[in-house]
């Protein structure tokens, strides 16, 4: 029979074990619904690459500096799958108005467009560092 301290170290291992997987199952499941395709046969993942595939050849070098400074607030273990759905809406901007390169108010507008409400206090404190005027953006937010 189980008792004393290691009858409490192994339910707590149990609780903290199940926790985890039920963290991670959560995580995977909505990997899983962003691969599921929709009407029109793509997935939303396989519209961010196909913006970001068509649109390779429009980014400057001062627009992927831009696009990694505002991504720097985002903890790294998540910043690349960041860095990737906002470069996708980025890049859908400037296909939608089939611009000669993407420019900085492509990636601000793709950036708000891009990330949660409950990011966007993040971006606006990022933007201030940089001094960009996010008046014209409000409407964004």
């Known amino acids: 029979m189980l008792d004393g301290w290691f009858l409490w170290f192994i339910l707590l291992w149990v609780v903290v074990l199940a926790g ?5 199952g959560f995580f995977m499941f909505r990997k899983f619904l962003k691969r599921l395709p929709k009407n029109d046969g793509l997935s939303d993942m396989d519209w961010e690459e196909y913006y970001v595939k068509e649109t390779r050849d429009l980014w400057t070098q001062d627009a992927r500096e831009l696009l990694n400074d505002l991504v720097s607030p985002v903890p790294e ?20 108005e089939k611009a000669a390169s ?39 937010f």
């Open 20 to 24: 985890m997987m039920g963290i991670g």
């Open 77 to 96: 273990l998540f910043r690349d799958v960041a860095r990737q759905k906002i470069a996708g809406k980025i890049g859908e901007l400037a296909l939608e």
């Open 102 to 140: 993407i420019e900085e108010d492509h990636i601000i507008r793709g950036y708000i467009l891009a990330t949660p409400k409950r990011d966007h206090k993040f971006l606006r404190k990022k933007l201030k560092q940089n001094r960009i005027d996010i008046g014209i953006y409000e409407h964004l």
